[in-house]
C-alpha cells in the first residue's frame, strides 16, 4: 500500500497519467485547514473529515443492512422508511464505538503492510 501511495507523489507529467484505481481516496497534499491545538487530556487533531466521512459510511451501511435491504417500489416508500429508520435511529441516541486502532489493524492487516 505504502508504495501505490509513494506513486502518487511524483510530479505531474502528462505523458504518464496516473490514474487511481482505489475506491477510498488518500490526501497526499498539506493540511487544508489548520490543527486543533492540544488542551490538556486531549490530542491535537488533524483533518476531521476523514473522521466524519468514517462515520457516514458506516451508517450507509447500518441504512442499507437495516432499512434498504429489500425491494421497495417507489421513491415515496423509500422515503417514508428511510426517514421512520432515521427518527428510530436518532431517538436511541445511537454512536460508533470505534475499537479498531492503528496498532490492531497492523496486526490484523499485516499482509497488507508487510514493511511496515
Known amino acids: ?9 511524483y510530479p505531474f507529467d502528462p505523458r504518464y497519467p496516473v490514474v487511481c484505481m482505489d475506491e477510498s481516496p488518500k490526501q497526499l ?9 492540544a488542551r490538556p487530556g486531549q490530542l491535537a487533531r488533524y483533518d476531521y473529515e476523514y473522521s466524519w466521512l468514517n462515520m457516514a459510511e458506516i451508517d450507509l451501511r447500518v441504512l442499507s443492512n437495516q432499512c434498504l435491504n429489500c425491494r421497495i417500489d417507489t421513491m415515496t416508500e423509500v422515503r417514508r422508511q428511510v426517514g421512520a429508520w432515521e427518527k ?3 431517538n436511541k441516541e445511537a454512536v460508533i464505538n470505534w475499537r479498531f486502532t492503528t ?10 503492510y508487510p514493511s511496515v
Open 29 to 37: 497534499i498539506a493540511e487544508t485547514k489548520l490543527p486543533i491545538p
Open 103 to 112: 496498532k490492531d489493524a497492523r496486526i490484523k492487516l499485516k499482509r497488507l
Open 88 to 90: 428510530e435511529r436518532n
Open 1 to 9: 500500500m505504502e508504495t501505490v501511495l509513494d506513486m502518487y507523489k
